[in-house]
């Protein structure tokens, strides 16, 4: 059954009686012209109202939301020649984050990304797109064959954060997030980074230095999510909506601070409801910051990253 957010319950049930109202005319030929008109217009108008004004927590909402695109569907629509590599060289694999090489529009470039599961048995298998350090691992692993063949380097960031179990911890979960954070600011080749769904912190940034951070319009990216900074503050993860507000963690509130370079728009109703206009948006300004980064020196790629997070840190009053 199709999960629907309860803030867009009333569109998809208009929805749904239009396409009743056009079965219906298919079937026993009765003009119903005229009332499926009418209601579109009042779902139009609807949309408006409900997409325009989304808050904070909605767009958490929807950043979650498991009908997205995850990195596998933007590999299959928007490159080609995907050849995805496994292992950390070390005795361990995780299907939490995959990689490989591709060609984007004729580029051979890398790409990495969390991979959340469509079901279950998916979401067991890719630990709900949490990585534990050999997923981190295998991308630097990756990342450095890249940066010695000049390769761009493309990633896709949805995770809720990495795995805190006891057995990533004990295997170095800190020091490969670590590691790989103060190697990706040493590359020489472009780096694009973006955030597909739900960037959570260290979880994201281990795969999310880069020269241009772009942000899906319903992602979030943030230190912390919602509900853990409710259960901290307030003790009550069910302050969440509270915590996305203050937390500033929509693609808006992150372009505004310079946490994002830029803002792919999502198709009405979000990303969930069209993948194919998703990737159509996405396309466009994902080869217009390549472009641009490609036509840099390497040394100007590594000072323009360096630049890029030496710069972030914006105090903002709340009341300004």
Known sequence: MELVLDFERPLVELYKRIDSLQVMQEEDGTDMSASIDQLRGQAERLHRQIFSALTPWQRAQLSRHPRRPYTLDYIEHLFTEWSELRGDRAGHSDQSIVTGFARYKDRPVLVIGHQKGRNTKENISRNFGMPRPEGYRKALRLMELANRFNRPIITFIDTPGAYPGIDAEARGQAEAIARNIMEMATFTVP???????????????????????????????????????????????????????????????????????????????????????TMAALDPLLDKHLTELMAMSPDELRQDRYDRFRQLGKHVDPDG
């Open 191 to 277: 780096v694009i980074c973006i955030v597909i769904g739900e960037g959570g912190s260290g979880g994201a940034l281990a795969i999310g230095v880069g020269n241009r951070v772009l942000m899906m319009e319903n992602s979030i990216y943030s230190v912390i999510s919602p509900e853990g900074c409710a259960a901290i503050l307030w003790r009550d993860r069910a302050e969440g909506p509270k915590a996305a507000a203050a937390l500033r963690i929509t693609a808006e509130d992150c372009a505004r601070l310079g946490v994002a370079d830029d803002i792919v728009p999502e198709p009405a109703c979000g990303a969930h409801r069209d993948h194919a206009a």
